[in-house]
């Protein structure tokens, strides 16, 4: 593909690995929410909220979701499920939005599709009350540690992170406190399929594994907290 797509989308088999995958750090982002607003009903902005599949999992655990994304065919098919608006410039959430607009702002493998994700951030930082969710993929697993070749990344992704570096960005640059990280998943080199044909897998690599190596999930995902001014 020469170029990059929003796509729905579409598995034969619901089960096949890259399906669970997709859908396990949407899943672990929701409950995190739970845990921070247990009543639900807490107004929750999507940020570069691609096909709506994270919006809609979050409408349906009863949160007020409005999501925001740069294309237009994502912000008709996330439109399905809440309120969708575009917009490409970090400037535009705090026209649209105005200051502390939302309990939380999540945006997930979105920061490294952004040329400046400090000042996007920056941009989340203003228009939520107090936390923000952020999750990038994890560089630094054991399925990309390669030493005869160069492992190809998505052509969307400008920058790259393992957990010291993004925990950097966000407590050093980004002058945000990091309350946790949330794991989705560790995948573990040969060991995947046969767990998956043994029909083991959700159980090793979604709770066993992020227990025993909590810095190898797939995703980094962090839960954060603006800090206090003044």
């Given at each position: 593909m ?11 088999d ?16 929701v ?12 107004k ?53 939005f105005g200051?502390?607009?939302f309990d ?36 630094g ?12 990344v998505?052509r ?6 393992d ?58 995902i962090?839960?954060?907290?603006k800090?206090?001014?003044?």
């Open positions: 020469k170029q990059i797509q929003h796509l729905p989308y579409r598995f034969e619901p089960e096949a690995k890259c399906a669970r995958y997709e859908e396990r750090w949407k899943e672990v982002t409950a995190a929410c739970r845990s921070l607003f247990p009543d639900r009903g807490a929750v902005l999507d940020f570069g909220a691609g096909r709506g599949e994270l919006s809609a999992a979050l409408a349906a655990a009863g949160f007020g979701v409005t999501a925001v994304d740069s294309d237009p065919e994502c912000v008709r098919l996330t439109s399905q499920y809440c309120r969708s608006h575009e917009a490409s410039k970090p400037e535009e959430l705090q026209a649209l200051s502390d607009s939380v702002v999540v945006a997930l493998h979105v920061l490294e599709h952004l040329r400046d994700p400090l000042a996007y951030i920056a941009a989340m930082k203003a228009v939520t009350r107090r936390y923000l969710i952020l999750g990038v993929p994890n560089l697993t054991m399925t990309r540690i390669c030493f005869r070749r160069v492992i190809p998505n969307g992704h400008l920058q790259g992170w957990y010291p570096t993004f925990h950097n960005l966000l407590g050093e640059h980004a002058e945000l406190t990091v309350l946790r990280s949330v794991p989705d998943l560790v995948v573990m080199p040969k060991l995947s399929n046969l767990l998956h044909h043994l029909k083991l897998r959700r159980l090793v690599e979604e709770r066993i594994l992020p227990r025993l190596f909590p810095y190898q999930t797939n995703s980094i962090a839960v954060c907290e800090r206090a001014t003044g």
